[in-house]
Each structure stands twice: as C-alpha cells, then as structure tokens.
C-alpha cells in the first residue's frame, strides 16, 4: 500500500466522521488529507504531504467553513414550539374565566387553566383566542 493510499483513506474516514458532527471542521481536515494524498502521488516528501496538508487544511477552515455554515444555518424565522406554540391558537371556554383565575380552556382536547386579558368575565362556551402564556396559565381574549 502507497502512502497516498493511506491519505485517501484518512479522507474517507474524517468525511464518514464528518456525517456524525455539526461543525464542518472535520470535513476540512478531509479536504486537507486530499492534498496529502495529491501531494504524495507526486512523490513529495512526507514532509511537503504534511505541509501540504496543514495548508489546503487551513484554507479549508478559513475559506469553505463559513460558507457552509452561512448555508446550513440561516438565522431564518424560528418556530415557535412547546407551550410557545399555543400563542394564536383559539379553543373553548370550559370553565368560566373570572377574577379567581379559576377559569379554564380546551384546545385541541387539552384542559388548560386560562385568565382573561382584560380581567373580565368570560363565560362558558365563548370561544377565545390565546394571546399569551405565563407558565402554564394561557392569556386569552374573546374571539
């Protein structure tokens, strides 16, 4: 086996390596274990393949990294989830909503204890909409 056989390998496993990570940064040493391997076909030294290595390696981190980066994790809208979802979602009142806080929400089949925005009375069957979330407790205003 060559040694430029052996770099193809090494590339081939920090690229298998790099499907389990998130940082990109062991996709870059994959890049720089390819010029190893160029560097060695051409029947450099070991010492220019690892020179060679370390330098298509550091081009790698400083050129191609960002751009992945910039592509795979674009600061795009965030989705709200969890408790965070229910805000605008609308349900029924199942309990009345009074000034005890006693009152309650179905939405979707769930129980949810609710209060009034307003700090009104909302009676029984009125259909309302969730504005905000404090804890487990839902803010809701009449629909």
Request: charged letters at 20%; proline letters at 2%; one cysteine or more.
């Amino acid at each position: 086996m060559e040694i430029w056989h052996i770099w193809i390998l090494a590339a081939l496993l920090l690229f298998i390596i790099e499907m389990f990570t998130t940082g990109f940064a062991v996709l870059c040493l994959a890049v720089g274990c390819a010029g190893g391997a160029i560097a060695a076909a051409c029947d450099m030294s070991l010492e220019w393949q690892l020179v060679i290595f370390a330098l298509v390696s550091l081009v790698a981190l400083a050129a191609v990294r960002p751009v992945l980066k910039r592509s795979f994790y674009r600061n795009g809208e965030k989705v709200p989830t969890n408790v965070n979802a229910m805000v605008g979602r609308r349900g029924i009142v199942c309990n009345t909503i009074d000034s005890t806080d006693s009152g309650r929400v179905v939405i979707d089949g769930v129980d949810w204890k609710a209060r009034s925005v307003e700090d009104e009375p909302i009676t029984e069957g009125t259909h309302v909409e969730i504005v905000a979330v404090d804890s487990v407790i839902l803010i809701v205003k009449k629909v």
